[in-house]
């Protein structure tokens, strides 16, 4: 069974400018959550979508943004980048049945803004 | 606030020897734990969780044990490996329909040959 994918693994983009990054879940898996990391702060929560729907959401800007297809692939939006933006996204996926708990995690999207 | 707290930014230890990694936690309502571990380059890895209701749970060579009343909880590795040798995570979800996981900062573990 193929793990969750992220597209793209690298990205610069320049402050203001908007950035869109992709997550395809493991096959099966419905819930897909965002995080992002930084040296400063860790791991933090974005949001979580599950069959389409936004159940969750942690305390990030409203320019930060995100959607789930039919399929469960996921999308995330961030708007007027910042340089406090650059930081490693990562998507993870999860099934019914687990809880929720044991979240499998894509590589990652590394977001540098200049 | 930081609900997750791992307060050894590092840690060494011996090929052969048990390593300890803390966490603690000051969200009363959380009620799951998870020890994820994360190589450069590559995303968190779960590797064991433990539910409110267990005080202790083994698998192979992690024992992750939960002190509920001191909001504690500890990854043991025994024997550690160089293998083993990436940064660690602490997490926890308040359960049920949340699937917001809480992060600690993280705990980079090396194991010497």
């Known amino acids: 069974k193929a793990g969750v994918t992220q597209t793209p693994r690298y990205l610069i983009k320049t402050r203001g400018q908007q950035v869109t990054l992709s997550c395809s879940p493991i096959?099966?898996?419905?819930?897909v959550s965002w995080y992002q990391q930084t040296p400063g702060q860790g791991l933090q929560f974005l949001f979580e979508y599950f069959s389409e729907t936004q159940r969750n959401k942690g305390n990030f800007p409203g320019r930060f943004s995100g959607r789930q297809f039919s399929n469960s692939r996921s999308e995330m939006n961030v708007s007027t980048l910042e340089l406090g933006d650059s930081a490693l996204y990562l998507c993870a996926s999860s099934t019914p049945g687990t809880g929720g708990d044991e979240q499998y995690f894509g590589p990652g999207t590394r977001l540098t803004v200049t | 606030d930081q609900q997750v707290k791992q307060n050894s930014p590092s840690l060494s230890v011996q090929e052969g020897r048990i390593s300890i990694l803390n966490c603690d936690y000051t969200?009363?309502?959380?009620?799951?734990f998870l020890w994820y571990k994360k190589y450069p380059a590559e995303g968190p890895t779960f590797l064991i969780s433990i539910s409110s209701i267990k005080d202790k749970n083994e698998d192979g060579r992690f024992t992750v044990f939960l002190n509920k009343s001191a909001k504690h909880l500890s990854l043991h590795i025994v024997p550690s490996q160089p293998g083993d040798s990436a940064v660690y995570f602490c997490?926890?979800?308040?359960?049920?329909?949340?699937?917001?996981?809480?992060f600690g900062k993280g705990t980079l573990l090396t194991v010497n040959p």
């Open positions: 997490a926890a979800n308040s359960g049920g329909s949340n699937y917001k996981l809480t």
């Open positions: 096959s099966g898996h419905r819930s």
């Open positions: 969200n009363s309502m959380f009620d799951y």
